[in-house]
């Protein structure tokens, strides 16, 4: 599954400008240093954290995007940096447990 | 010296905070990792001339690299963390090499170790160190689309001008949303 | 669901709160950010989190939750359980990560049913053809057996002859077993149309080395605990080549395993 591929069958909405990329594998968790100590490469990250630090961690641990969940609104700052990366925020109106129930019905991380 | 091509794993991670303290008299920073539970923010104690008082205690961990293929182990501990560019001033040396690297599809991160109470710039990590980190962030990605390079954090005057700022985790026991982050410098 | 269904659900150890696993808890919040939590988070549910500290306990409390369990193996540090204890929280932690516990939690929540094609079957069964998709989770044997149970409740439903309902939950059974046994978990997918029940269980966990030698009666590689509940007879694959008209088995070694079984409706 791609993340575009995502976008259609999930309902995510892009905020950034974005490289489509094979969605491999799902991480979760609010904090950059779980996510440095065990994110792996094209993982699917779901956060609500919108600080724009959330980039560069993404970058060092090369995940395909970045899923701001229960409808947070994201800093224009994090949006502009990702953009300038071509790392994917999309954006879910659902809370994270319920996400994960979509993702997970539609195979991904499986 | 080996001649392994290490093939480098994270091991023995410990998840903990990194403490700034500064001290109102002299406005010296020092920094340490713990993995105790540092519950208050602005508690205050004296040590010889210093009056120490907690800024910042951010969510971090530590680690070492094992090799999975000849067993060496390279210990981090002294690895306070990994700083980002914010860009905020064009002509500083770290962010021109930011740029080059950028343009290489090379994300960049500086590496900082701690600061003692005496100093006022931050302890320099070993530069093989260094490059075998890198090696452990770039053998865990398709470096044919971008790469990651980890390079000292060794400006002269410290953090007397840096807005660079570190991958942690603050504010996550905040009982408010957050909204901007300060500088414990 | 009860604190104890996701305690067993998640292969969790109790840190604190012995005592309260009966109690019910109506929805799961997932966070590591504890302000969300204090906003968010509704009565009765249950945090799970990254974060092990107390402060997470008390945001929990604040936001009247049942408990919290901490995933990815993280565990308070020792002492700091008091607060639990004496605001009746209950304290559970787990290896999973954050992912792999949702979608535990989720499949247990659904009754491990989830529908992702429409169904549509007439009562007579003439012109039937549905599509069931279902979970097994590895490791799971309070729950072990309630798919195939779930897939003869539907295939009786529909008018299927006994005797066919029978050989497809025997096979089903074998299958599920072999993955709560040995296997981390699993998709069931059930599919009927008027000449075909096939029932295709793809795993992902250590997979089978040797299917020909995995084939052989009697050959088993079940832990002495798993024998001691009695299972691991050996039987397990032999069972299902006897009960179906078609076994196609694929396996990857660390990957998984998968199994296709097809039976004929005359």
């Keep these: 599954m791609t993340t575009q591929e995502l976008i259609e069958k999930v309902g995510l909405k892009p905020l950034s400008k974005f490289e489509n990329r094979v969605v491999e594998g799902v991480y979760i968790s609010d904090m950059v240093s779980d996510v440095m100590a065990g994110a792996k490469s094209g993982d699917l990250w779901l956060t609500i954290q919108t600080h724009k630090s959330i980039v560069p961690a993404a970058n060092l641990v090369d995940v395909s995007a970045i899923v701001i969940t229960g409808g947070k609104e994201v800093p224009a700052e994090t949006v502009e940096l990702a953009s300038k990366y071509d790392i994917a925020i999309l954006s879910s109106e659902l809370p994270t447990f319920k996400l994960v129930g979509k993702l997970y019905a539609l195979g991904v991380g499986a | 010296m080996s001649g392994c091509q290490h093939k480098w794993k994270m091991k023995n991670v410990e998840f903990g905070f990194v403490v700034f303290e500064k001290c109102f008299h002299c406005n010296r920073v020092r920094t340490y990792f713990t993995t105790e539970m540092v519950a208050i923010l602005g508690d205050e104690y004296r040590e010889a001339d210093h009056f120490w008082h907690r800024v910042e205690n951010a969510q971090s961990f530590r680690f070492d690299l094992q090799c999975s293929v000849c067993g060496d182990l390279e210990s981090f501990g002294d690895l306070m963390g990994l700083l980002y560019c914010t860009g905020c001033l064009s002509d500083c040396r770290l962010e021109i090499l930011r740029r080059e690297l950028e343009a290489e599809r090379i994300h960049m991160l500086m590496a900082c170790g701690f600061l003692g109470e005496s100093e006022l710039k931050p302890k320099q990590v070993r530069l093989d160190k260094l490059e075998e980190l890198t090696n452990y962030f770039n053998q865990r990605r398709d470096t044919a689309r971008s790469r990651i390079k980890i390079v000292p954090f060794d400006l002269e005057d410290g953090f007397c001008r840096c807005k660079g700022e570190f991958l942690y985790d603050v504010d996550m026991l905040s009982q408010e949303p957050i909204t901007a982050r300060r500088s414990p410098f | ?266």
Excluded at chain 3, 36 to 44: C, E, Q, R
Excluded at chain 3, 212 to 235: D, K, P, V, W
């Design chain 3, 1 to 266: 669901m009860q604190i104890r269904t996701i305690k067993d659900a998640l292969d969790a150890s109790v840190i604190e709160g012995e005592a309260l696993l009966d109690v019910v808890v109506e929805h799961v919040y997932a966070s590591d950010l504890m302000s969300d939590v204090l906003a968010f988070g509704k009565p009765n549910s249950i945090l799970f989190t990254g974060l092990a500290t107390q402060q997470a306990v008390v945001s929990a409390h604040m936001a009247e939750f049942k408990g919290v369990v901490f995933v990815r193996g993280k565990k308070l540090k020792d002492g700091l359980g008091r607060f639990a204890r004496d605001n009746h929280l209950a304290l559970l932690s787990t290896r999973y990560d954050m992912y792999e516990a949702c979608v535990r939690i989720d499949c247990v929540m659904r009754g491990k049913v989830l529908l992702l094609e429409p169904v549509s079957v007439a009562p007579n069964g003439t012109e039937m053809s549905l599509s069931h998709e279902l979970c097994v989770l590895g490791n799971d044997f309070a729950n072990a057996g309630m798919v195939s149970t779930e897939v003869k409740s539907i295939l009786k439903k529909i008018g299927l002859n006994p005797k066919l309902v029978r050989r497809v939950a025997i096979s089903t059974y074998e299958g599920e077993m072999n993955v709560v046994m040995h296997a981390r978990r699993a998709r069931v997918h059930l599919t009927v149309t008027p000449q075909l029940v096939e029932v295709a269980i793809n795993d992902e966990g250590q997979g089978i080395p040797d299917v020909e030698l995995a084939m052989q009666e009697g050959f088993t590689t079940a832990t002495e605990e798993m024998r001691a509940m009695g299972f691991g007879s050996g039987m397990g694959l032999p069972n299902i080549k006897k009960n179906a008209d078609e076994l196609i088995i694929k396996s990857e070694v660390n990957k998984g395993t998968q199994l296709l079984m097809k039976f004929h409706i005359q």
